[in-house]
């Protein structure tokens, strides 16, 4: 059976028609609809993170407030960008975050998107050793940041106090929460290095490469990639692959008034991106049961186990409830 989840970016602006005006109704709506995508049925509620942006920035507090009010649905990141993390404060955090959970935390990392701080992680304290990248800082964060979830010595115990001199651990410790990190990947090399590592993969909303092929098509090839190199690296649990899609189903007039004129929206967009090619998928509006004919046809979406689904967070809580409820019930069944 597929997961079907929602992703929302957190935009909050103060614009004519948003009802996300402030940072404080970003975020607490961001509760209020992981209650009520819950009951609908949907699986996963997902944030992106972003920093210096009016979006979410800070996950784990809100990660853990949407846990004290929901019981089922899966928590998550769709992603970290590790280049802003402290791994260490990071591992206390999201152990905390999936303790109140009761293990319900699905984290996505990865290197970040671009942003508008000109080297913003560099602002945080984080600045990438000579002749290394800003992918090698996030692998670098991110690789101690899973050996502390998995209670590894990361520092030395003082004798003075414990007696001994040993390897400590962070705490506190969450188990099973080192199966449940992603990494958000953009490419089709990135996702063999995630198998390899024995994360689960999370495949970005935008690939960093084009071939000429349909987006669809292009992370299918992706996610065939990675199962690959999942079997050869022997790893015993079963991967999890996700998508994002913008799925925007039109069964109300005023479904109709929001998204009955996204033609230019109908084809894969393809353009450059950190000085290199990228390519964007297409959105899905219309009709329930077109929809659905073109989902079958997204070799994506038949290979992925999750679908995440990014949502106008800027509509409101009722809205976005209404939309997912719809893709729920009238789309979701035909998927599997």
Same mark, same amino acid.
Request: charged share 20%; glycine share 10%.
């Given at each position: 059976? %597929? %997961? ?44 992106? @993170? ?13 990660? $853990? ?18 280049? +802003? ?76 106090? =414990? ?21 958000? $990947? ?5 996702? @063999? ?37 999942? %079997? ?19 069964? =109300? /007039?005023? /479904?109709?008034? +929001? ?22 998928? %297409?959105? +899905? ?21 999750? @679908?995440? @689904? ?8 009722? +809205? ?9 019930? /009238? ?6």
């Amino acid at each position: 059976m %597929k %997961k079907i989840g929602f992703l929302s970016f957190g935009h909050w602006q103060p614009i004519p028609g948003s009802l996300t005006r402030t940072a404080a109704d970003a975020h607490l709506q961001m509760i209020e609809l992981a209650v009520a995508a819950e009951e609908i049925g949907v699986d996963g509620a997902y944030m992106r @993170v972003h920093h210096f942006a009016r979006q979410f920035a800070s996950p784990f507090p809100l990660l $853990s407030a949407m846990a004290a009010r929901t019981s089922k649905i899966e928590l998550g990141t769709g992603v970290i960008d590790m280049r +802003y993390e402290n791994p260490l404060y990071m591992a206390e955090e999201a152990a905390t975050a999936d303790l109140i959970s009761g293990g319900r935390l699905q984290l996505g990392v990865s290197r970040g998107s671009p942003e508008t701080a000109l080297r913003g992680s560099e602002s945080f304290g984080f600045v990438p050793q000579d002749g290394t990248t800003d992918a090698d800082l996030a692998r670098a964060h991110t690789e101690l940041f899973r050996a502390a979830i998995t209670d590894a010595g990361v520092a030395m115990s003082n004798p003075q106090m =414990t007696g001994v001199s040993q390897p400590m651990g962070i705490l506190p410790q969450s188990p099973g929460l080192a199966d449940r990190i992603w990494w958000g $990947s953009g490419t089709r090399a990135t996702a @063999v290095s995630t198998a390899e590592l024995g994360m689960n993969l999370m495949s970005s909303t935008l690939l960093t490469e084009d071939t000429g092929v349909p987006f669809g098509d292009l992370q299918a090839e992706q996610i065939a990639l990675y199962r690959a190199a999942w %079997k050869d690296a022997g790893w015993e649990r079963e991967p999890r692959v996700s998508v994002s899609r913008s799925i925007l189903p039109i069964t =109300t /007039d005023q /479904d109709r008034a +929001y998204f009955g004129d996204m033609s230019r929206d109908r084809e894969d967009q393809v353009g450059y991106l950190d000085n290199g090619i990228a390519r964007f998928g %297409k959105s +899905y509006v219309g009709e329930p049961d077109a929809i659905v004919k073109e989902l079958l046809d997204d070799a994506a979406v038949r290979d992925a186990d999750t @679908v995440l @689904v990014t949502i106008p967070n800027q509509l409101g809580v009722d +809205y976005n409830a209404h939309l997912l409820e719809t893709i729920v019930k /009238d789309i979701m069944p035909a998927l599997g």
